[in-house]
């Protein structure tokens, strides 16, 4: 009898926690800032270097070698492209006839420019 004294408080205590744990509140969740838009300056830098080595083979966000890998947020989107850096990661090591585009023909900082260009005006 003792034995089944304990077994029912030891569920009652643990249906009592596993209720209480329902009532609980939480905190309400942050909402994820959404990434700061570039400064017009480096988007008009980039809109620049876009047009001098970029615009020949993507004229308006187009592909002149492979249509189906436009600029185009929806086509960068089907090809996991989201961040600058994946665009510059692509201008550095192309993954189809794209020219590779290394350091010392575009440092970094303009690289980046470019690719929050192409982020911002082929949405």
């Not at 030891?10 to 009532?23: E, H, I, M």
């Not at 509140?25 to 001098?52: C, D, I, M, V, Y």
């Not at 086509?75 to 585009?101: E, H, Y």
Request: hydrophobic content about 40%.
């Amino acid at each position: 009898m003792e034995r089944m004294t304990v077994r029912k408080g030891a569920v009652l205590a643990v249906a009592l926690v596993w209720a209480l744990a329902g009532c609980r509140q939480e905190t309400p969740r942050k909402a994820e800032t959404p990434p700061a838009l570039p400064a017009p300056q480096t988007l008009r830098s980039g809109e620049a270097l876009f047009q001098q080595y970029c615009s020949p083979c993507h004229p308006d966000g187009g592909n002149v070698s492979d249509p189906k890998r436009t600029l185009h947020g929806s086509d960068l989107r089907a090809n996991q492209i989201t961040r600058p850096g994946d665009i510059v990661r692509i201008m550095r090591n192309p993954i189809s006839r794209m020219i590779r585009f290394d350091t010392a023909t575009i440092s970094d900082q303009d690289a980046m420019a470019i690719a929050e260009y192409v982020l911002t005006a082929f949405k």
